[in-house]
């Protein structure tokens, strides 16, 4: 077993999951700009 215990586990996800948030942040307001930008035009 990777995690000795739940705990660990639940950390860890929560992590990634901030991380994954983290990432996807700049690329979703990219395309909102873009979405924008080509609504307009």
């Given amino acids: 077993m990777l995690f000795s215990n739940l705990s660990d ?3 860890f996800l ?3 999951v901030c991380l994954g ?4 942040t700049p ?4 395309l909102c700009e873009v979405k924008s930008v080509t609504a307009n035009a």
């Fill in 9 to 11: 586990f639940i950390s």
């Fill in 14 to 16: 929560l992590m990634c």
């Fill in 21 to 24: 948030v983290a990432a996807a």
């Fill in 27 to 30: 690329f979703f307001w990219l």
